[in-house]
């Protein structure tokens, strides 16, 4: 990096003040974690160069054959890993790989059921403001009392209103979703079944959380969250989808794929199917409950009453503090977290009575179960005391030498 160094000293110095808050700040915003120096490497080069319109010996540029290499290799790792038929590695983010599904299958107007933004789901699953609600008539599902999604109001609606596409997945559910159950009224009311794994994607690659790929026409993910890749997307599916799915992504939404980032995606893959990676996944689960159990101990309530994945959602209120605010103090002791808001949520969207607490990246790092519990008694000192300068000192002192002891990049 001596060269971006030389050429843009501005940009280099953001660049180290972000390794730096990388390394000492404990990281625990879920959808995020830290990508190998080897995946890290693939995406930073040469591949960046290279214009490859079209898929691995069908292209519509000169000189691909390297990058052919390249994409086969993601495409099949990535098959291997969930046990899909096929697979499009091109998708350029979580979103762009939705919208391809969209246009594959649906038309301005046709109606779509997700589970709604305030219940746990992803904004492109319906949200009025973007594109999947503008475009699409959306019905959506949420939780019940045990705030577990409801699988018979689902129903219902489905009944009701016979989607055209039915999607299942969240970006702050913590609990293990039941994809047989929607794959079984998708097929009863006639609706394309997708299924947005983003958030669970590492987990379900290491055996750990349900596997939808047998049970959905089309699966969706990011690769840069639990699966730990470079920043992107991709789309498994059944072999007869596999034609509408690629030409949905180019010509249909993207040009030229990334080559660089699929690149990336190929390394990622290679890493999920080794051994440590499963046993870093089991300890993604075990930090999530040890913290769980812990902030519980401490007096805060977890929605659904406890985690079955790598993330959960925290209710504030018994500590009188918003999310808004929450999200501000945790950060100046130096663990990073998002407000987010909990069900039937009394506090604006940009205010909250929540925050969302994953595992991911601090298990990257080599947080096990002391240390997650130690995190999850510094969160809980934070917030029992949230406007006592000396107590967010005390925290960031403690939190500096957890970070100190597991350095990520070294
Ligand atoms: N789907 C889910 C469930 C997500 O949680 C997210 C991102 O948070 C996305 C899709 C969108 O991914 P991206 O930000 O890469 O577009």
């Not at 079944?193 to 379900?204: Q, S």
């Not at 519990?373 to 029992?384: E, F, K, M, S, Y």
Request: glycine fraction near 8%; aromatic fraction near 6%.
């Amino acid at each position: 990096n001596i060269l971006v160094e030389h050429t843009d000293p501005e940009l280099w110095a953001a660049i180290l003040q972000e390794n730096t808050r990388q390394e000492h700040h404990i990281e625990l915003i879920a959808s995020e974690n830290y990508a190998s120096p080897a995946v890290m490497a693939a995406q930073g080069s040469q591949l960046t160069n290279k214009y490859a319109e079209g898929y691995p010996g069908r292209r519509y540029y000169g000189g691909c054959e390297h990058v052919d290499i390249a994409e086969q290799l993601a495409i099949d790792r990535v098959k291997q890993i969930f046990g899909a038929q096929a697979a499009n590695v091109q998708p350029h983010c979580g979103a762009s790989a939705n919208e391809a599904v969209f246009l594959a299958f649906l038309k301005p107007g046709d109606t779509i059921m997700g589970m709604s933004l305030a219940e746990g789901g992803h904004l492109t699953h319906g949200m009025a403001l973007n594109m999947s609600g503008k475009w699409f008539n959306v019905v959506s599902y949420g939780l019940n009392s045990k705030e577990e999604i409801d699988y018979d109001a689902m129903e219902q609606t489905a009944r009701a209103s016979k989607p055209k596409l039915i999607i299942a997945g969240a970006s702050a559910y913590s609990l293990a979703i039941d994809f047989e159950r929607f794959a079984k009224i998708a097929k009863e009311v006639g609706a394309i079944f997708m299924v947005d794994m983003a958030h669970y994607a590492g987990l379900i690659a290491a055996g750990l959380y349900p596997n939808p790929v047998p049970h959905a026409d089309v699966v969706t993910s990011t690769t840069h969250k639990s699966l730990r890749g470079p920043r992107g997307g991709i789309i498994l599916m059944k072999a007869e989808h596999e034609k509408a799915i690629n030409s949905a992504i180019f010509p249909g939404l993207q040009g030229g794929p990334l080559m660089h980032v699929i690149a990336a995606k190929a390394v990622a893959f290679k890493e999920a199917l080794s051994p440590e990676f499963k046993l870093y996944q089991q300890q993604v689960i075990t930090n999530a409950r040890i913290m769980a159990e812990t902030l519980t101990e401490r007096g805060l309530r977890i929605v659904s009453g406890r985690t079955e994945s790598h993330l959960m959602l925290v209710d504030l209120r018994s500590k009188g503090i918003t999310g808004k605010e929450a999200e501000a103090v945790l950060g100046s002791a130096h663990m990073t977290i998002n407000k987010n808001a909990i069900p039937n949520d009394p506090e604006k969207p940009m205010v909250t009575s929540g925050i969302r607490v994953g595992t991911p990246a601090m298990t990257t790092r080599g947080f096990k179960d002391a240390e997650a519990r130690a995190t999850a008694n510094l969160i809980a000192d934070v917030l029992d005391n949230p406007r006592d300068a000396n107590n967010i000192e005390a925290v960031r002192a403690k939190v500096h030498a957890l970070t100190t002891r597991f350095p990520v990049y070294g």
